[in-house]
């Protein structure tokens, strides 16, 4: 898939099928995250690969929205040293959740509301921070429909917001947009 | 660009030919970072983009390595509404970074450690968090040879630590890999 292509039509996919994904695609998945950028090149960051299904089905209760964990393919939880590394957490989770749409595995970031209990249960130590975990798998439901996606769009606030809203020119708020 | 190989490719940048980018370039870029996934779709994230040189120059003091803003084509600041959006303002800014690469355009992440100045310097409004400023450009050196990446990685521990160090399967910890 082309880069721009991929990252422009990635969606958090949350309905996996129940169809395993291969070792070395997980392998590939989590290889786009090592090589991910981060501060200093610290590379704060571990990966937990959950695949067990009855484990996935018990890591899904650690998250208030967490339900698709359980029929995920596989999950992999990004510990990382502290809070500060959050950002670093991102790029590396976006690393691979791209990664993953360009072999045509859907993902969702999948917070741990009860984080202590997440930590625990995946022998991660107190000291370190759960960043996230991720969901992955095959996308169970086939691409909407254009009027679908417009419902879905309008009813349910999804989309973005358009870019002139969000960009400012030099100064923030200096949103007007000229052609030079 | 193929998006495996993007992501897998993408280096940091700091140094800058002295060479404009397009202004529809940079609204591409911007858009892949407005496309980017956040919690709840929240979409936390303003942009505010600098382009003129005496600006780069003013806004490369904020940061303790931070001198070759003054050098980029022109800087992205990621302004959120509050720390806890650090995770999804480093999904945005590698959704960014990427499709520049892709777009053959180098990057690097940017911390302002004047944080305060910084702000003030950009408008920004004291209740929001200045996540990152990402400073883009044509990258001015040639792709390193062999040689001489293997010395870089050596000698100033660059590279990545390898995959078997950083992940465990099921458990923190178990990192002994069973191929399957």
Same mark, same amino acid.
């Given at each position: 898939m082309e880069a721009y292509r991929c990252i422009l039509t990635k969606r958090e996919v949350r309905t996996f099928l129940p169809q395993e994904v291969p070792q070395e695609t997980i392998l590939q998945i989590l290889e786009a995250g090592r090589w991910s950028g981060s501060s200093r090149n610290r590379q704060p960051w571990h990966f937990v690969v959950v695949r067990d299904r009855q484990r996935l089905r018990q890591l !899904?209760? =650690? *998250?208030? =929205? !967490?339900?698709h964990v359980a029929d995920a393919a596989f999950a992999v939880a990004v510990v990382v040293e !502290?809070?500060?590394?959050a950002f670093d957490a991102g790029r590396c989770a976006q690393n691979m959740m791209l990664a993953a749409w360009a072999l045509g595995i859907g993902s969702c970031p999948t917070v741990m509301h009860s984080e202590a209990q997440a930590k625990e249960f995946l022998g991660i %130590? %107190?000291?370190? +921070?759960?960043a996230i975990v991720l969901a992955f798998g095959? %996308?169970? +439901?086939k691409r909407k429909s254009l009027a679908e996606r417009a419902v879905y769009r309008v009813l349910l606030g999804k989309g973005r917001k358009p870019l002139a809203e969000i960009v400012s020119w030099e100064?923030? *708020?200096?949103?007007k947009f000229e052609v030079q």
């Open positions: !899904a209760q =650690f *998250g208030r =929205f !967490a339900r !502290a809070e500060r590394d %130590p %107190p000291s370190r +921070k759960l095959y %996308p169970a +439901k100064r923030f *708020g200096a949103t």
